[in-house]
């Protein structure tokens, strides 16, 4: 089967950004395409097999009959149209703003859109010049698909309200697959979504949400530009931000003295506060008021970058990789939470525990709003935004090797979280277990 990529973003704008990748430079060494042409749909087609979470979408059967022998379509991956061999002249377009995408003639082959997030496609097929079949996508009533399979849990949390929020607003028959340990999590906090193991191509529509910082059509935007909070919007087209379901324990708390959680790990360090026993003093403090601290990441010591970041000594060991569902009980349970830019305290967000925030290597907007965020702005930070330069490849990417390296969380005080601490404190109107105890 012929297969033949379009996309819906200037081909330009692609070609600017993708020409310095691995991949690109791959294809040259094996196949050398003799047009531009030929390079963007050997780099389309390999991008997308690296990417979809499941085989079979280059020869799998499209189901969607258009009542015309050999012409079929569905958007399963993207836009999906199989064409038969004729005269055949295809227009694709957006409905809601008129913008066309692909006004070609074809004979035979399949014809995929390179990108997958949510767009209001308008199929228009004229036969010797007649037009034969016209289709604007239309999810009501019909099965759809989500799938996420990357395994980030500030990702995925960032994305759990849009799938209920999805399926009220197109009254669509919504399945949502996801990786095994959100599942129990997910079913308590939207029952009404039907959870799956696997999907298949039967249905009228499946969209793959990710996050991704680069030119890669999976968002049609960098992530790095908006609140990690709009990219599931951003994705499934929808311009607010849904309410998120409160999340109803289903456990009682581990103890009935007051405690509060931390999580000092990230799964790198540059996303850890570096100042020297830092927390080793905010625990010392918070114990100081009567509080007892559990920490709750996944592992007791970890090495990541240069840097070996352990469970501070004077804080309960509640590390290990226990059941999300569980760490959302004792997260709910607690008074407040203190930890990073990471997936903990988008856990502890989910279930509305109160979060501290330590974090300056991102923008202030980049993650979910809490008014506790701890940032030194009067040094060098915020690079995860900055979409000049790759935060994830690059272990800081200004000062790489220079003593100000990774100073946006090296130069974050314990003073400054502890500020945040009793602001936090006095907002919540909480009054710390010593003080309980001393009162009369």
């Known amino acids: 089967m012929r297969l033949h990529f379009f996309t819906v973003n200037d081909i330009e704008d692609y070609r600017k950004n993708y020409h310095d990748t691995r991949l690109i430079k791959k294809i040259l060494e094996e196949i050398r395409p003799k047009t531009p042409e030929d390079l963007d749909q050997e780099f389309f087609l390999r991008l997308a097999k690296s990417l979809q979470e499941r085989g079979g979408f280059f020869d799998s059967e499209i189901y969607g009959d258009t009542g015309i022998d050999g012409l079929r379509l569905d958007f399963n991956f993207g836009l999906r149209l199989d064409v038969p061999e004729g005269n055949f002249l295809v227009k694709i ?50 099965p759809v698909a989500v799938v996420c399979k990357f395994e980030a849990l ?47 191509f039967e249905t009228y529509a499946t969209y793959y949400p990710g996050m991704m910082m680069s030119p890669y059509p999976i968002v049609p935007v960098d992530v790095r530009r908006m609140s990690l909070t709009q990219a599931g919007g951003m994705i499934f087209g929808t311009d607010y931000l849904p309410p998120k379901n409160s999340f109803k324990p289903t456990e009682p708390p581990v103890t009935n003295e007051p405690y509060v959680c931390i999580a000092v790990q990230s799964n790198v360090a540059r996303k850890c506060w570096l100042w020297p026993n830092g927390w080793d003093i905010v625990v010392d403090y918070l114990k100081s008021l009567g509080w007892r601290v559990f920490c709750i990441d996944k592992e007791e010591e970890l090495t990541t970058d240069g840097f070996t970041i352990r469970r501070p000594d004077a804080a309960e060991n509640f ?84 003593p100000r390296a990774l100073e946006c969380q090296k130069k974050i005080s314990p003073r400054m979280v502890i500020d945040a601490i009793e602001r936090l404190i006095v907002d919540r109107k909480l009054t710390p277990p010593a003080l309980r105890r001393n009162s009369f």
């Open 154 to 200: 500030g990702d995925m949390l960032a994305f759990l309200p849009y799938f209920a929020e999805f399926k009220r607003v197109h009254r669509c028959d919504l399945s949502v697959c996801l990786p095994k340990i959100y599942r129990e999590l997910y079913a308590r906090l939207y029952p009404e979504i039907n959870l799956v193991d696997e999907i298949n």
């Open 93 to 142: 377009s957006d409905f809601d703003t008129g913008k066309i995408f692909f006004d070609k003639y074809i004979s035979g082959g399949r014809l995929v859109s390179v990108e997958r997030y949510f767009i209001r496609w308008h199929v228009e097929i004229f036969l010797d010049d007649r037009e034969i079949f016209s289709h604007t996508l239309d999810l009501e009533g019909q």
């Open 319 to 402: 590390t290990g990789n226990r059941p999300l569902l569980e760490r959302a009980n004792m997260l709910y349970h607690a008074e407040f939470f203190i930890g990073l830019g990471s997936g903990l305290s988008w856990l502890a967000w989910t279930t509305d525990c109160p979060v501290v925030m330590i974090c300056g290597f991102s923008q202030d907007w980049c993650e979910f709003y809490t008014p506790y965020r701890v940032a030194n702005r009067k040094v060098c930070n915020g690079c995860f935004n900055d979409s000049r330069v790759i935060y994830l490849r690059d272990n800081c990417p200004y000062h790489k090797n220079t």
